[in-house]
């Protein structure tokens, strides 16, 4: 079983941007569930497609299973049966500390909000934050990406 166990935080400043080697282009939908805290998500990364199915959050935690597919399936899929808004972000990569973070500048309905998430081994992983790091948003739902779909940042 796939597990993803993230922190997430939101930025300050400036000085991010230096340690980015350039970022890569996200576009990506959901698609409607009834199953609560289950998200099923299409994601185009320049031009691959991926297929991401998300269980609900227990802290840090959840299950994720996630499978590259074609292109135009993700095009079709993205178009004919994800809810709009689309999540758009240029995501940068940036490793700390022999972790991988993950900067998400937000486009868009979403425009000026700037995330980073790192992806840890275990919940309990201490981890060190760089300077740039403000305050950690891991647990507040409304930073989640499918909730920002739903209620956009420039609605705040």
Known sequence: M??????????????????SHGGKYYCQGYIPTSQAGTTVRVRIIEKQGYLTIKGPSRGNVRD??????????????LHSLCERPYIEKTRHKILIDGLIWEIDEFLGDNLGLILAEVELLESNQ???????????????????????????????
């Open 2 to 19: 796939g597990r993803e166990i993230e922190r997430k935080f939101l930025i300050r400043g400036e000085q991010w941007r230096s340690l």
């Open 64 to 77: 994720e299973f996630e499978y590259m597919i074609p292109l135009t399936d993700a095009q079709d899929i």
């Open 126 to 156: 201490v981890i060190n934050l760089p300077p740039w790091v403000g305050g950690e948003v891991s647990e507040d739902h409304r930073y989640y990406n499918s909730n920002l779909a739903k209620h956009p940042y420039k609605f705040w």
